[in-house]
């Protein structure tokens, strides 16, 4: 089943924009279940979207790739502030140049 989340972070976005290097860096998340992800600075930091095929595979990919980049990103140290997040179940995606649709 599919899963999908939104992420508020409170961090300026220069921390989304080394994150995401860092991340893409290490390994493609197209290739771990990822189907779609946006990052966006918002007033109070920075909001990502995410769809993954399964809830399984996202948290297989944040325990392997996001939180050891972060955990380096941030030397060490844990985040300010805790991030607000929102799960739900997507029900419609739609993704041009994408084989399948969900």
């Known amino acids: 089943m599919t899963y999908g989340f939104v992420l508020d972070v409170p961090a300026p976005i220069e921390v989304y924009d ?3 290097a860092e991340i893409v860096r290490r390994k493609d998340p ?3 279940g990822m189907l ?10 920075f909001r990502v979207i995410e769809i993954w095929e399964s809830k399984e595979q ?3 990919f944040n325990a392997e790739v996001v ?3 972060m955990t380096q990103l941030l030397g060490g140290q844990p ?4 991030p607000v997040r929102e799960e739900f179940e ?3 995606l739609i993704v041009r140049g994408a084989q399948d649709a969900v």
């Open 67 to 69: 939180e050891p980049a």
């Open 90 to 92: 997507p029900r419609g």
């Open 36 to 45: 779609l992800h946006v990052g966006r600075p918002t007033p109070e930091g």
């Open 18 to 20: 080394a994150l995401h």
């Open 79 to 82: 985040p300010s502030a805790e």
């Open 58 to 60: 996202q948290e297989r």
């Open 30 to 32: 197209t290739s771990c």
